[in-house]
């Protein structure tokens, strides 16, 4: 098995990753305001929970997907089939992005200013005998 004679240095391969791991970096901390913003403070550990399942649960089926991608693309028969896997499996991953994308430019929340409602502070109630 030869590797092919060319093949693509780093700096070739470093814009695209930087982008890729800044937009993880910027999406992130959106995401998790707008869920943890949507429901109510005594709701909160409920939200994030949710939350974190469903990034999880996102993260186990990308992996699924794309590693069905790569396989259906003659997955490693080759170093060339490799190559042609990791293609169409990373045009995968790019449009899978790109709907969630569109799907969260749609999606409902906040209006500027609005606050989450806090909840109502427990009554405090004196201890007896002490």
Same mark, same amino acid.
Not at 46 to 74: D, K
């Given at each position: 098995?030869?590797?092919?004679?060319?093949? #693509?240095?780093?700096?070739?391969?470093?814009?695209?990753?930087?982008?890729?791991?800044?937009?993880?970096a910027v999406s992130l901390?959106?995401?998790?305001?707008?869920?943890?913003?949507?429901?109510?403070?005594?709701?909160?550990?409920?939200?994030?929970?949710?939350?974190?399942?469903?990034?999880?649960?996102?993260?186990?089926?990308?992996?699924?997907?794309?590693?069905?991608?790569?396989?259906?693309?003659?997955?490693?028969?080759? #170093?060339?089939?490799?190559?042609?896997?990791?293609?169409?499996?990373?045009?995968?991953?790019?449009?899978?992005a790109l709907v969630g994308?569109?799907?969260?430019?749609?999606?409902?929340?906040?209006?500027?200013?609005?606050?989450?409602?806090?909840?109502?502070?427990?009554?405090?109630?004196?201890?007896?005998?002490?």
């Amino acid at each position: 098995m030869r590797w092919p004679a060319r093949t #693509p240095g780093y700096l070739v391969l470093l814009a695209p990753l930087a982008f890729g791991g800044i937009g993880i970096a910027v999406s992130l901390p959106s995401t998790i305001n707008v869920a943890l913003s949507s429901a109510p403070m005594e709701d909160m550990g409920v939200a994030s929970g949710a939350n974190n399942a469903m990034r999880e649960l996102g993260g186990v089926f990308g992996v699924a997907f794309l590693g069905a991608m790569f396989a259906a693309n003659r997955g490693y028969a080759t #170093p060339a089939a490799a190559i042609d896997g990791f293609r169409a499996a990373l045009f995968l991953g790019g449009a899978m992005a790109l709907v969630g994308m569109i799907i969260a430019m749609f999606a409902p929340g906040r209006r500027p200013g609005e606050a989450a409602t806090p909840a109502a502070p427990e009554p405090k109630v004196a201890k007896a005998g002490g």
